[in-house]
């Protein structure tokens, strides 16, 4: 259970069931076409931070550059989206941060410093995947089949809760372009930075 009284949080959040359901369904109502395994890269990015290990600055920085210099300004779409009940993590857009004149030698070291800030828990992950597994079993959520959802469920048991890729229909549908930031960095940010 946990208890939010203004900005002060009690509790871990991932473990209310109400709290990751919000989570869940906002960015299903946001992104339709969002699969089972998109979700569970939702939690997992929520709960484990960046999916893969960064070796070293420069290669993190030359994925963001070329990522950077490929991609097209674009400030229809929000900058930033929360990925996790407290709001500590979030998903930064590439596209509308560029629309906006944002500075990305900034952004490459927040976002750096924000995968090496943040501490993963997988047991944060596995009691969230938890929750999405038990909200479709009392059938709270038809968003995707129990069969699905178990299929799915016996392959992250298998495989040890893996990271995962986009699906790609979900990359075709809305070409997801982003890095994770620590929601403190935003204030940095604010200049190019819509209230959210």
Known sequence: ???????????????SHSEIFRLLVSHANRYPKLGIQ????LLYQGSMGSEHLIDS????????????EELE?????????????DGQLVRFYLAPYKARGGQVAQLLTLCYWSSTLFEGSMDDLKTSWDTLVKI????????????????????????????VHHTEVYRKAYHPSYRLLQREFLNILAPVTPSH
């Open 1 to 15: 259970m946990a208890v939010i009284i203004g900005d002060l949080k009690l509790s871990n959040l991932w473990r």
């Open 38 to 41: 998109d979700a569970y890269k």
């Open 57 to 68: 600055f420069e290669e993190f920085e030359q994925d963001l550059l070329i990522e950077w």
């Open 73 to 85: 300004g674009d400030d229809s779409i929000p900058i930033w989206e929360n990925i996790r009940p």
């Open 136 to 163: 479709g079993r009392e059938k709270r959520w038809n968003k995707f089949s129990m069969d699905d959802i178990m299929e799915f469920d016996h392959w992250l048991r298998k495989y040890q809760f893996p990271p």
